[in-house]
Protein backbone atom coordinates (compact mmCIF):
# COMPACT_ATOMS: atom_id res chain seq x y z
CA UNK A 1 0.00 0.00 0.00
CA UNK A 2 1.09 3.46 -0.56
CA UNK A 3 0.23 6.41 1.23
CA UNK A 4 -0.22 9.66 -0.64
CA UNK A 5 -0.05 13.67 0.29
CA UNK A 6 -0.46 16.51 -2.21
CA UNK A 7 0.87 20.20 -1.88
CA UNK A 8 1.19 22.87 -3.96
CA UNK A 9 -1.94 24.07 -4.59
CA UNK A 10 -3.83 27.80 -4.33
CA UNK A 11 -5.22 30.68 -5.52
CA UNK A 12 -3.80 32.05 -8.86
CA UNK A 13 -4.82 34.07 -11.42
CA UNK A 14 -5.74 33.46 -15.28
CA UNK A 15 -2.55 32.97 -16.93
CA UNK A 16 -0.49 32.54 -13.85
CA UNK A 17 1.51 29.26 -13.76
CA UNK A 18 1.44 27.11 -9.99
CA UNK A 19 3.19 23.57 -9.45
CA UNK A 20 1.93 20.49 -7.45
CA UNK A 21 3.31 17.81 -5.38
CA UNK A 22 2.78 14.65 -4.31
CA UNK A 23 4.95 12.77 -1.88
CA UNK A 24 4.41 8.92 -1.74
CA UNK A 25 5.35 6.64 1.47
CA UNK A 26 4.67 3.42 1.90
CA UNK A 27 5.84 1.11 -0.81
CA UNK A 28 8.33 1.10 -3.95
CA UNK A 29 6.89 3.88 -5.52
CA UNK A 30 8.56 3.43 -8.50
CA UNK A 31 6.30 -0.02 -8.92
CA UNK A 32 3.28 2.40 -9.24
CA UNK A 33 2.08 4.14 -12.55
CA UNK A 34 1.05 7.91 -10.99
CA UNK A 35 -1.95 10.20 -12.62
CA UNK A 36 -3.23 13.46 -11.41
CA UNK A 37 -7.21 13.93 -11.84
CA UNK A 38 -9.39 16.67 -11.04
CA UNK A 39 -12.79 17.76 -9.59
CA UNK A 40 -14.48 20.55 -9.76
CA UNK A 41 -17.92 21.27 -7.58
CA UNK A 42 -21.09 19.16 -9.10
CA UNK A 43 -18.59 17.70 -11.46
CA UNK A 44 -17.32 14.39 -12.07
CA UNK A 45 -13.16 13.39 -11.10
CA UNK A 46 -11.77 13.82 -14.42
CA UNK A 47 -8.30 12.71 -15.64
CA UNK A 48 -5.68 15.13 -16.04
CA UNK A 49 -2.11 13.36 -16.84
CA UNK A 50 -0.82 10.23 -16.07
CA UNK A 51 3.27 9.06 -16.03
CA UNK A 52 4.84 5.49 -16.17
CA UNK A 53 6.84 4.06 -13.79
CA UNK A 54 10.26 5.11 -15.03
CA UNK A 55 9.41 8.66 -15.71
CA UNK A 56 9.66 7.95 -19.52
CA UNK A 57 5.83 7.93 -20.48
CA UNK A 58 3.61 10.72 -20.50
CA UNK A 59 0.05 11.44 -21.11
CA UNK A 60 -2.14 14.14 -21.18
CA UNK A 61 -5.80 15.11 -21.40
CA UNK A 62 -6.83 16.85 -24.10
CA UNK A 63 -7.17 19.87 -22.13
CA UNK A 64 -3.68 19.70 -20.41
CA UNK A 65 -1.65 18.92 -23.23
CA UNK A 66 0.25 21.98 -23.77
CA UNK A 67 -0.18 23.54 -20.61
CA UNK A 68 0.56 21.14 -17.96
CA UNK A 69 3.89 19.03 -17.18
CA UNK A 70 3.86 15.97 -15.61
CA UNK A 71 7.36 14.43 -13.77
CA UNK A 72 8.45 12.45 -11.38
CA UNK A 73 11.99 11.99 -8.83
CA UNK A 74 11.81 8.44 -8.03
CA UNK A 75 14.75 8.61 -5.58
CA UNK A 76 12.43 11.31 -3.69
CA UNK A 77 9.37 9.29 -4.20
CA UNK A 78 7.70 12.79 -5.70
CA UNK A 79 5.24 13.15 -8.69
CA UNK A 80 4.72 16.93 -10.43
CA UNK A 81 2.19 18.31 -11.67
CA UNK A 82 3.47 21.84 -13.81
CA UNK A 83 0.51 24.31 -14.90
CA UNK A 84 1.07 27.16 -17.05
CA UNK A 85 -1.46 29.12 -18.85
CA UNK A 86 -4.22 29.00 -15.47
CA UNK A 87 -7.78 29.28 -16.74
CA UNK A 88 -10.59 29.91 -14.28
CA UNK A 89 -11.86 26.59 -15.74
CA UNK A 90 -8.87 24.77 -14.29
CA UNK A 91 -10.25 25.92 -10.76
CA UNK A 92 -10.70 22.20 -8.73
CA UNK A 93 -9.15 19.89 -6.33
CA UNK A 94 -6.61 17.94 -7.79
CA UNK A 95 -5.59 14.96 -7.00
CA UNK A 96 -2.80 12.28 -7.53
CA UNK A 97 -3.73 8.82 -7.71
CA UNK A 98 -0.93 5.38 -8.04
CA UNK A 99 -1.72 1.86 -9.17
CA UNK A 100 0.45 -0.89 -10.42
CA UNK A 101 -1.50 -0.62 -14.07
CA UNK A 102 -2.24 2.12 -16.21
CA UNK A 103 -5.37 3.78 -17.04
CA UNK A 104 -7.22 6.60 -17.22
CA UNK A 105 -10.38 6.21 -15.05
CA UNK A 106 -10.50 6.86 -11.40
CA UNK A 107 -11.68 3.39 -11.29
CA UNK A 108 -8.21 2.45 -12.26
CA UNK A 109 -6.50 4.03 -9.30
CA UNK A 110 -6.70 2.20 -5.90
CA UNK A 111 -4.63 4.68 -4.16
CA UNK A 112 -5.38 8.69 -3.57
CA UNK A 113 -4.30 11.09 -1.70
CA UNK A 114 -6.58 14.02 0.39
CA UNK A 115 -6.10 16.91 -2.84
CA UNK A 116 -5.62 20.19 -3.22
CA UNK A 117 -7.38 23.51 -4.26
CA UNK A 118 -6.68 25.22 -6.97
CA UNK A 119 -8.41 28.29 -7.69
CA UNK A 120 -8.02 30.09 -10.62
CA UNK A 121 -9.39 33.86 -10.98
CA UNK A 122 -10.52 35.99 -13.49
Known amino acids: QVQLVESGGGLVQTGDSLELSCVAS????????MAWFRQAPDKEREYVAR????????YYADFARGRFTISRDNAKNTVYLHMSSLKPEDTAVYFC???????????????WGQGTQVTVSS
Open 97 to 111: AASHVVGTRPNDYPY
Open 26 to 33: GRTFSGYA
Open 51 to 58: ISYSGSGT
